[in-house]
């Protein structure tokens, strides 16, 4: 995975030059052993292993992987472990959370791995081999929070296609696993956090906001919010070109945009596309990955302070790879705006 990635050779590329520091929340977990030793021997991306360290050298050794250079963090041993919950206490204190409780938090590696970018022992976290996205996300939002000029967290799916002409086709899909029922306003940072995120993977972006209706030929409230959130987008970035509301043919097929909407200029070219809500979102993205043998690439957390990306439960080494290198690529490449 990521061989046939666009982009993804100048991400590492610029790792190089400025190499980063990765959380893993989970690492005996031997996908992320094998990940881990697969950067080692890269030099541009130091993994910071969240373990007991005889367990996570025990597994390391069991399946031979060679993880010599990591870091290896044990919450339990952990020697600013009192300054860490203090600063998690000052995080939380509206919800008046104690010292003792702190502690007893920071012994999950997922709240223990955040606050390791928190306090800048790390520039940026990938976690959910084991975890839920929920488990992924939720100390994210309590602890890293959104950048400026973003109200939500959000995602995206990157999907990449080799195409005839010898050059990969890349799509971008969002709201697709994090918001349920997004609002006109919550579009808009959906739109917008998938086209400054697809193009770190060389998309020029097209925007789609996708619905059964095309340009007013339907009617109904979910017609309303994607049309009300195109027009909201395009005012607030009029540099991007954005369609919507739009049916999906229109969208990607010139002929159908020929006949639905003629003087529209985006359709039938589309590459990045915000659905309605997220069954809409999550259902598309797996018929572009099974059915139209898509590679998927995602979820991308958008709009947090730093990086924190979410892993499959059933990810291989190989998506823990290239998800590593997406998330640190995001550290300098994704600009608040």
Same mark, same amino acid.
């Given at each position: 995975?990521?061989?046939?990635?666009?982009?993804?050779?100048?991400?590492?590329?610029?790792?190089?030059?400025?190499?980063?520091?990765?959380?893993?929340?989970?690492?005996?977990?031997?996908?992320?052993?094998?990940?881990?030793?697969?950067?080692?021997?890269?030099?541009?991306?130091?993994?910071?292993?969240?373990?007991?360290?005889?367990?996570?050298?025990?597994?390391?050794?069991?399946?031979?992987?060679?993880?010599?250079?990591?870091?290896?963090?044990?919450?339990?041993?952990?020697?600013?472990?009192?300054?860490?919950?203090?600063?998690?206490?000052?995080?939380?204190?509206?919800?008046?959370? /104690?010292?003792?409780?702190?502690?007893?938090?920071?012994? /999950?590696?997922?709240?223990?791995?955040?606050?390791?970018?928190?306090?800048?022992?790390?520039?940026?976290?990938?976690?959910?081999?084991?975890?839920?996205?929920?488990?992924?996300?939720?100390?994210?939002? /309590?602890?890293?929070?959104?950048?400026?000029?973003?109200?939500?967290?959000?995602?995206?799916?990157?999907?990449?296609?080799?195409?005839?002409?010898?050059?990969?086709?890349?799509?971008?899909?969002?709201?697709?696993?994090?918001?349920?029922?997004?609002?006109?306003?919550?579009?808009?940072?959906?739109?917008?956090?998938?086209?400054?995120?697809?193009?770190?993977?060389?998309?020029?972006?097209?925007?789609?906001?996708?619905?059964?209706?095309?340009?007013?030929?339907?009617?109904?409230?979910?017609?309303?919010?994607?049309?009300?959130?195109?027009?909201?987008?395009?005012?607030?970035?009029?540099?991007?070109?954005?369609?919507?509301?739009? /049916?999906?043919?229109?969208?990607?097929?010139?002929?159908?945009?020929?006949?639905?909407?003629?003087?529209?200029?985006?359709?039938?070219?589309?590459?990045?596309?915000?659905?309605?809500?997220?069954?809409?979102?999550?259902?598309?993205?797996?018929?572009?990955?099974?059915?139209?043998?898509?590679?998927?690439?995602?979820?991308?957390?958008?709009?947090?302070?730093?990086?924190?990306?979410?892993?499959?439960?059933?990810?291989?080494?190989?998506?823990?790879?290239?998800?590593?290198?997406?998330?640190?690529?995001?550290?300098?490449?994704?600009?608040?705006?």
């Amino acid at each position: 995975m990521g061989k046939n990635m666009q982009g993804f050779g100048t991400m590492i590329g610029k790792l190089k030059k400025s190499p980063k520091r990765i959380v893993f929340t989970e690492g005996s977990d031997p996908r992320i052993l094998e990940a881990a030793s697969r950067l080692l021997a890269s030099y541009f991306l130091t993994p910071l292993l969240v373990g007991n360290k005889q367990e996570v050298e025990d597994a390391a050794e069991e399946f031979g992987y060679n993880i010599r250079g990591a870091e290896i963090i044990d919450p339990e041993t952990f020697e600013s472990m009192n300054e860490m919950a203090e600063t998690l206490c000052e995080l939380r204190k509206s919800k008046n959370l /104690q010292m003792e409780e702190a502690l007893k938090i920071l012994k /999950q590696g997922n709240y223990f791995g955040t606050m390791l970018v928190k306090m800048g022992y790390a520039d940026c976290l990938l976690g959910g081999a084991t975890y839920t996205t929920a488990d992924t996300v939720r100390p994210a939002l /309590q602890l890293i929070k959104t950048r400026p000029g973003h109200n939500i967290v959000s995602s995206c799916f990157i999907l990449v296609r080799p195409s005839a002409t010898g050059e990969n086709e890349v799509l971008a899909m969002a709201d697709c696993s994090i918001n349920i029922r997004p609002t006109e306003d919550e579009l808009v940072d959906i739109a917008i956090g998938a086209a400054d995120c697809g193009q770190l993977f060389g998309i020029d972006p097209k925007i789609a906001f996708l619905s059964y209706s095309t340009l007013g030929s339907g009617k109904g409230e979910d017609v309303d919010k994607m049309r009300n959130a195109a027009l909201k987008t395009k005012a607030r970035r009029p540099e991007l070109p954005i369609s919507g509301e739009i /049916q999906f043919d229109a969208a990607v097929s010139p002929r159908v945009a020929r006949t639905k909407c003629p003087n529209d200029e985006i359709a039938g070219h589309a590459n990045v596309f915000i659905f309605p809500d997220i069954n809409a979102g999550n259902i598309g993205y797996k018929i572009a990955q099974r059915m139209g043998n898509f590679e998927a690439y995602g979820p991308i957390l958008l709009g947090l302070k730093s990086p924190i990306n979410d892993l499959s439960r059933g990810c291989t080494a190989d998506e823990v790879y290239s998800m590593a290198i997406i998330t640190a690529a995001l550290v300098d490449e994704v600009a608040p705006r």
